[in-house]
């Protein structure tokens, strides 16, 4: 007896034969195969020509790249025996970032700026209060007595005590040796004698180069005391030269690479390892990212040598200070554009019996600069102030307008009173 078998017929189905799509005759009808059963057809040939060709290449690239062992691989976790890491022993890293940053950063100093600020309290008095800043240097040179560091007017401004961290991490206290507000410089001074040795040893004169060569696009490399952490160093380009900022009198140099706070007055270097900026000021806004800025080492190079050569200076005890004898009122850029006038400290009143008074100092006329120190805000002439006793004498330059508006410079010597003339 024949066997029986149903066979699909769609065809019949369609036609209104057997329900459900069925021919029972046991004739056997040869059928094309339907779609469905041609798709899991190709897919089970695709999947095995795919396996094949996988396992294949297995096979081929273990044996270029020496990958596999074997071409096995692990079903489970469970079945990996001693699989191991391809690790090095070599702790040397080729980098010329890392060549200039190790011959570099033994110019690079730590400040710590410790200063006291009046602040309001709670009940509406004022009060005194000690604050802590932090920021970096570059060892520019050194004389008989001293090693000299530049530094911008930011870090050391206001300053109690100022205290240095060398390469070594070695500390000691140093001095203002003298200031430029306007172009937000200074240059302090650490006594030979105060240094060990050792630290000595550890540490190198910068070397500068030529900040009028520079490039857009070539590299550059910052090294300062970013967050007080200690040295770091970050890398980038330069992004543009000849910037204008309107809380900078003059140029500036434009990097993308990181200026944190506390990398002011850090080494901005080129590709040679040359100091070619003093790192200063950081756009930090929610919208900008990467716009850092640094004063040009060429321009600032003689204001740098200027400031070397002052003599050194320690603060006096409050009741000895000197005083001009004065009231004034700021003259700041923006005010200075307006109304035609130079930047520095407008003589809005003269104190009689003082030092001023008796130099001929009058009212309306402009302070800009004090021993050769820039003057830009009455914080700064009173800063400066604090350096002299009553009795000495100073030297001013200021700007005097005449009947035609026009302001004309004078040096005039003042001997400084107290603060009760």
């Given amino acids: 007896m024949d066997n029986q078998y149903n066979y699909y017929n769609p065809e019949q189905e369609q036609a209104g034969g057997t329900p459900g799509g069925y021919d029972n005759k046991p004739e056997r009808v040869k059928k ?71 011959k570099a950063m033994p110019s690079v100093v730590s400040i710590t700026n410790m200063s006291v600020q009046q602040v309001q309290n709670f009940f509406g008095g004022v009060q005194e209060q000690e604050s802590k800043s932090v920021g970096s240097g570059i060892i520019v040179g ?107 009198d003059g140029e500036l140099i434009q990097t ?33 990212e990467g716009m850092g800025y640094a004063i040009p080492i060429s321009d600032a190079g003689s204001i ?21 004898g004065i009231q004034g009122v700021d003259v700041n850029s923006e005010s200075a554009q307006m109304y035609n006038m130079p930047t520095g400290v407008y003589i809005s009143e003269v104190i009689d019996g003082g030092g001023a008074k008796k130099a001929g100092l009058a009212k309306g006329s402009i302070i800009t600069e004090l021993d050769g120190t820039s003057i830009n805000s009455m914080d700064t002439l009173k800063e400066q102030l604090q350096y002299y006793k009553a009795g000495e004498k100073v030297t001013l330059t200021v700007q005097t307008p005449d009947k035609g508006g026009e302001y004309k410079e004078s040096s005039v010597e003042v001997t400084l009173g107290t603060n009760t003339q």
């Fill in 142 to 248: 050194q004389n008989d007595d001293e090693l000299l560091i530049v530094t911008n007017n930011h870090v050391v401004e206001g300053s109690n005590t100022l205290t240095v961290s060398f390469i070594d991490e070695e500390s000691v206290e140093a001095n203002v040796k003298g200031t430029d507000a306007a172009k937000d410089l200074a240059v302090i001074a650490v006594p030979l004698d105060s240094v060990k040795s050792s630290t000595m040893d550890a540490i190198a004169v910068a070397t500068l180069g030529d900040s009028t060569k520079l490039k857009v696009g070539e590299p550059a490399i910052a090294i300062g005391n970013a967050l007080g952490y200690g040295q770091s160093v970050t890398t980038g380009i330069i992004s543009a030269t000849n910037r204008e900022l309107d809380t900078y």
């Fill in 32 to 102: 094309t195969a339907p779609k469905w059963v041609k798709l899991i057809c190709s897919a089970l040939v695709f999947g095995l020509v795919a396996s094949v060709v996988f396992q294949t290449g297995n096979v081929v690239g273990n044996k270029i790249f020496g990958t596999g062992g074997s071409g096995k691989t692990a079903k489970q976790a469970s079945t990996v025996g001693s699989t191991k890491l391809n690790t090095t022993t070599n702790s040397t890293v080729n980098s010329d970032i890392a060549d200039i940053a190790e």
């Fill in 256 to 288: 993308d690479a990181a200026i944190n706070p506390g990398n002011s007055g850090g080494a901005l270097l080129n590709a040679n390892g040359e100091v070619i900026g003093i790192n200063s000021i950081k756009v930090a806004t929610d919208t900008v």
């Fill in 304 to 324: 740098i040598q200027n400031l070397m050569n002052k003599e050194t200076r320690t603060k006096v005890a409050e009741g000895e200070q000197g005083y001009l």
